[in-house]
């Protein structure tokens, strides 16, 4: 589904968060990347997500060269990839309905399927009964459930989730980490960058370990505590 090949970034003041890597994943799996703060786990889901290009290498999702994507094609490709983020990023002006609406609105999607999709996806997350509220009015474990709902809503076939529990308490954590589990038992590949050693070691996923711009470890039913 997803293969970097030979993959450097190297950033205009001489950074280089990438460098030489090589990767690939499977559809259907749940990938976590660990390593230290910037070590370049961001920098690599920026470059599905087409955020970021390579300096060097191939980046290819479902077949496709990302890198040679044209303009127009790109709205497209987003469609397909749901993001998750570590401080929500919800619109504090809407309610959790209109947030979710959102998401479906900018892709120009009716709004006779808004109507009908919206319900659904609160209610997948445990969120129907607070549909009208607004982001202040709830928990940051609610705040991050909708932040699925949203990232979910268009049923893309991978979701990019950067440090989604880092705000959460680790009760709240764990509810999250469930209903991730969930999501991808129903198909969807899961690339979450992560600093939580109790969660990752707990779910014994793929581990993928970045450090200092390349891959030092990558193992299957992994750990976060594993040797460089």
């Known amino acids: 589904m997803i293969h970097f090949y030979n993959v450097t970034k190297t950033y205009d003041n001489g950074v280089k968060a990438l460098s030489d890597i090589t990767l690939r994943i499977r559809k259907g799996e749940f990938v976590f990347l660990v390593g230290p703060s910037g070590a370049g786990k ?13 300096t060097r290498g191939q980046v290819m999702f479902n077949g496709r060269n990302v890198v040679r994507l044209r303009s127009r094609e790109i709205p497209l490709l987003r469609r397909k990839i749901g ?11 809407k309610t959790v309905a209109e947030n979710v609406s959102f998401a479906l609105e900018v892709t120009g999607a009716s ?12 209610q997948r997350v445990g969120m129907l ?3 009208n509220c607004y982001p202040a009015q709830i928990s940051g474990g609610e705040q991050q459930r909708v932040g699925i709902a949203r990232a979910i809503v268009n049923n893309p076939v991978l ?5 989604p529990t880092g705000n959460l308490d680790p009760d709240t954590a ?3 980490m469930e209903l991730f589990n969930v999501i991808n038992r129903n198909g969807t590949t899961i690339i979450m960058a992560t600093h939580a050693r109790d969660i990752v070691d ?4 793929r581990v993928v370990k970045i450090s200092g711009g390349r891959i030092v470890s990558d ?7 594993f040797a460089n």
């Open 42 to 54: 961001s920098t690599l889901m920026k470059m599905i997500y087409r955020e970021e290009l390579p």
């Open 83 to 93: 993001m998750v983020f570590q401080d929500f990023r919800l619109l504090p002006q």
């Open 111 to 122: 709004r006779k399927y808004i109507r009908k999709a919206v319900p659904l996806v609160l």
């Open 129 to 131: 009964e607070k549909a």
């Open 159 to 163: 979701i990019l989730a950067d440090e």
């Open 174 to 176: 764990k509810e999250i």
């Open 202 to 205: 707990d779910m014994k996923r």
């Open 219 to 225: 193992e299957e039913s992994g750990v976060y505590s």
